[in-house]
Antibody, heavy 116, light 111 residues
């Protein structure tokens, strides 16, 4: 059974870069032709799709975040990663990773707080 | 402001049927399929419905989805107390080179 787990710092300073990694276990990240997503949820708000990456390395990003987001994939480590630059308090959220167009399964989520 | 519009809240008593709507536009729901998720705060969201009405294995058939035009609906039959959660719809939007959009979520209360 495929499982995803997010990891990274829980606190990031304003104007710095948020970096998170999603580790896939139970299957190879290259099998199945899936793409891999990042999604976030600010406290008390709804879900927001950040972007996705294919195993080919191709990416799509949310237009509202595109200028600040980079998603990469490391097939040797069965991981994909998120970088969000120039963060502000508005980027404080629980960040999830999820597989493919069904968004299934999801990781457990990781709370990232932007604060000095 | 979410791209897909859901009612912020819904409620029902045990055994009742409840429906949650999700309204979009031609570039998203009108052109693409809809997924639904159940989310208990503090946990990972769970896929309930994909491709408008398909249920993953393990999801009770009390949950059903439908789509018509630029709107979609999630129906829950035989409401149970454990159904009290937040529900989100999602669809691919073809505008701006394409991106996924979500509804703002509906908090379902079982009275």
């Amino acid at each position: 059974q495929v499982q995803l787990k997010e990891s990274g710092p829980g606190l990031v300073r304003p104007s710095q870069t948020l970096s998170l990694t999603c580790t896939v276990s139970g299957a190879s990240i290259t099998s199945g032709g899936y793409y891999w997503n990042w999604i976030r949820q600010p406290a008390g708000k709804g879900l927001e799709w950040i972007g996705r990456i294919y195993t080919s390395g191709g990416t799509n990003y949310n237009p509202s975040l595109k200028s600040r987001v980079t998603i990469t994939i490391d097939m040797s480590r069965n991981q994909f990663s998120l970088k969000l630059t120039s963060v502000t308090a508005a980027d404080t959220a629980v960040y999830f990773c999820a597989r493919d167009y069904k968004f299934d399964p999801w990781g457990q989520g990781i709370l990232v707080t932007i604060s000095s | 402001q979410s791209v897909l519009t859901q009612p912020p809240s819904a409620s029902g008593t045990p055994g009742q049927r409840v429906t949650i709507s999700c309204s979009g536009r031609s570039s998203n729901i009108g052109s693409n399929t809809v997924n639904w998720y159940q989310h208990f705060p503090g946990t990972a969201p769970k896929l309930l419905i994909y491709r408008n009405y398909q249920r993953p294995s393990g999801v009770p058939d009390r949950f059903s989805g439908s789509k018509s035009g630029t709107s979609a609906s999630l129906a829950i039959n035989g409401l149970q107390s454990e159904d009290e959660a937040d529900y989100y719809c999602a669809a691919w939007d073809d505008s701006l080179n394409g991106h996924w959009v979500f509804g703002g979520g509906t908090k379902l209360t079982v009275l």
